[in-house]
Structure formats: C-alpha cells, structure tokens
C-alpha cells in the first residue's frame, strides 16, 4: 500500500471503505467542469473502479490516492496520476479537494508537493503536466508555485454551460533526469 506522508497530511491508497467518499466527490456536479465527468457515476461503478484501484500504475496506467489529514483516515481530497507513459516518462496530475472547511489550509499544496516528488524521485518521471481551465485562478497559482509553466492554451477547448472556455497546459519538467540517466 502506497502511503506518502507529509508535515500535516499523507496519501494513501484508495479502500474500499472509501466508497461513499469517492462516490461523492465524482458526482458534485459542482466540480465536473475540472474533471470532464459528463454523467453521475453509480456506486456499483465506483465499486468496481475501487476493487481495480490497487493495480499497478504500470498496469492500469493510472494512479489515485486519497488526501487525508495527519493520522485521521477519511480523505478530504484525492489525487490522481493519469496518462501515464513510462515510455516518455511523463503523466497528467489533478487534484481535488473537498469544499468547505478543508480548502485555503494548504492541503492541496503538501499533497501536489507530495505526488511530484514521488513522481520524479520513486518513478523517474521526466516530465507532469495539468490541464487547468484559464479562469481557475486557484488551480493556477497552486501548480505554478511548484514550478508548472503554462506552454500553450487550448482555445474553446471546453464546453460549459453553452459557453467555451479555453483550458492551459501546464508543464514541469524534472530538470534533475535526463534520458541518459534513466537507462
């Protein structure tokens, strides 16, 4: 089981104890605009998806971990590897935190602070990426606090609420990896 841990909160591995959590957090139809959810997931789907979530993100190609503070197990947020390319070295990253209380504690920024090391430290990544809506001024200022570069905006790239909203792709290389030190 993975578990990354931090000054105040660790990433774990999703449970299937976390059903419910999950179950909430893709249906908040309040947050599908970030994660291009169309429709409602079931708890039968997620159930599914949380039996598979232990494989290996070599396999899957994929990695999700829960946000939890300090020793406490529920999560409160949960971030994802995606896209992985162990070929190129390189994987999209997204985070979402539960509103409310759980939001402007720093939470969101131990735990991408967390991932990019595991990334390029545990799994030689070379390079993530994000894809961040332009008008999300929070999601911009956290990953470029880390060192994420917008290279270019999509134009119109998502439809929303019959508007098209242009999205920016944002990128971190690892400057400490180059081709010739992972072979």
């Known amino acids: 089981m993975i578990t990354l841990k931090g000054k105040d909160i660790y990433l774990r591995a999703l449970e299937p104890n976390d059903l419910e959590f999950v179950y909430a957090m893709e249906n908040d139809e309040t947050i599908w605009e970030v994660s291009n959810t169309q429709t409602p997931y079931s708890r039968f789907l997620i159930r599914q998806y949380l039996e598979n979530a232990q494989q290996d993100i070599y396999e899957a190609k994929q990695l999700r971990l829960a946000i939890c503070k300090d020793d406490d197990f529920p999560a409160v947020g949960l971030i994802d590897l995606f896209d992985f390319d162990p070929k190129n070295n390189k994987a999209g990253i997204g985070i979402v935190i539960q509103g409310g209380a759980n939001r402007k504690q720093n939470i969101g920024s131990e735990a991408l602070e967390l991932l990019i090391n595991y990334s390029f430290y545990h799994l030689n990544l070379h390079q993530l990426y ?34 098209y909203k242009d999205e920016g792709l944002y990128q971190l290389i690892n400057q400490k990896t180059d081709a010739s030190e992972l072979t």
């Open 130 to 163: 994000a894809n961040i809506d332009e008008e999300n001024t929070a999601s911009k200022a956290l990953f470029t606090k880390f060192g994420f570069e917008c290279i270019g905006i999509k134009k119109d790239w998502n439809l929303v609420n019959g508007i």
